[in-house]
T-cell receptor
Framework: AQKITQTQPGMFVQEKEAVTLDCTYDTSDPSYGLFWYKQPSSGEMIFLIYQGSYDQQNATEGRYSLNFQKARKSANLVISASQLGDSAMYFCAMRGSQGGYQKVTFGTGTKLQVIP | GAGVSQSPSNKVTEKGKDVELRCDPISGHTALYWYRQSLGQGLEFLIYFQGNSAPDKSGLPSDRFSAERTGGSVSTLTIQRTQQEDSAVYLC??????????????FGPGTRLTVL
């Protein structure tokens, strides 16, 4: 079974500072993918970044980077130079390779608030 | 191009009534997913379609819930005899074919269902 754990229900960060959102996972799949999504108050889920379990380098997308530590089963999201528009819920998710890739497991989310 | 669309955006219904929620995926996306998100919670997987078939219905919470997909495109989620605990945001997502664990899900804006 797959499990995603996000231990920070809420986080505050000062504008222009960097922030790390924690995500740990558990799976027995040999191959898996890890995703981060942003959900603003409008409700739509926005894809941010993807990391494959066999990728050698940490994924980066603009101000987002994924700190992937496979041995520790962690996939933390780092947001650099926080902006007010970054205030939102952030969800970590995982797709495994067993069962035909169809199931994606989401964490419970972290609410990030950026302070001016 | 157009993203995933869902209708209606809001639905208020009385307990015991049936409701239909519609999802239009991104053109060419073969995989389609339904999730439920209760207030302040993460995403609960409901059902997955690959083309018109649903290989994984394991997340449907009861036999009051059903879903179909026609023409490999539009999907309808039907909830019969709605209960107050069905109140939630129902999110639909689609994925392009053939990337395996790296399949990125693109989400619609959701349908907010309120059962009085």
């Amino acid at each position: 079974a797959q499990k995603i754990t996000q231990t920070q229900p809420g986080m505050f960060v000062q504008e222009k500072e960097a922030v790390t959102l924690d995500c740990t996972y558990d799976t027995s799949d040999p191959s898996y993918g890890l995703f981060w999504y942003k959900q603003p108050s409008s409700g739509e889920m926005i894809f941010l970044i993807y990391q494959g379990s066999y990728d050698q380098q940490n994924a980066t997308e603009g101000r987002y980077s994924l700190n992937f530590q496979k041995a520790r089963k962690s996939a933390n999201l780092v947001i650099s130079a926080s902006q007010l528009g970054d205030s939102a819920m952030y969800f970590c998710a995982m797709r495994g390779s067993q069962g035909g890739y169809q199931k994606v497991t989401f964490g419970t989310g972290t609410k990030l608030q950026v302070i001016p | 191009g157009a993203g995933v669309s869902q209708s209606p955006s809001n639905k208020v219904t009385e307990k015991g009534k049936d409701v239909e929620l519609r999802c239009d995926p991104i053109s060419g996306h073969t995989a389609l997913y339904w999730y439920r998100q209760s207030l302040g919670q993460g995403l609960e997987f409901l059902i997955y379609f690959q083309g018109n078939s649903a290989p994984d219905k394991s997340g449907l919470p009861s036999d009051r819930f059903s879903a179909e997909r026609t023409g490999g495109s539009v999907s309808t989620l039907t909830i019969q005899r709605t209960q107050q605990e069905d109140s939630a945001v129902y999110l639909c997502a689609s994925s392009p074919p053939g990337q395996g664990v790296g399949d990125t899900q693109y989400f619609g804006p959701g349908t907010r269902l309120t059962v009085l």
